[in-house]
């Protein structure tokens, strides 16, 4: 039993450096909140950005759009009014009144 105890006693005992461990933890904690911040920060600004750069094409096409629409508004117009010109000629107040049936019925 003697040379047991004695070989027992001849093994180093592991270290106890628990102020090293306790670092380590602390920077694996640190660390273990930090990245996913950071991947989060970084995705929601590239999401933003993406989103914003949506809407900004989305806002230019509308307009283009819109501008479209009220280029052929005008010419609607114009076209209008250039007919009605034509219709009525040299017409005064009265023969207008006169012809007012046939001037608005369809043709």
């Keep these: 039993m003697h040379s047991s105890d004695s070989a027992a006693l001849d093994l180093p005992l592991p270290l106890r450096n ?24 970084g995705y929601g600004y590239y999401d933003y950005q993406r989103r914003m750069s949506e809407s900004d094409d989305i806002a230019d096409r509308v307009s283009r759009v819109a501008d479209e629409q009220a280029v052929k508004v005008l010419d609607l117009n114009r076209e209008i009014s250039t007919r009605i010109v034509e219709m009525l000629a040299d017409s005064d107040d009265v023969q207008i009144r006169a012809n007012q049936k046939a001037i608005h019925d369809p043709a």
């Design 18 to 41: 628990f102020v090293a461990t306790r670092r380590i933890l602390l920077v694996v904690l640190a660390a273990s909140i930090l990245f996913p911040v950071v991947f989060l920060l």
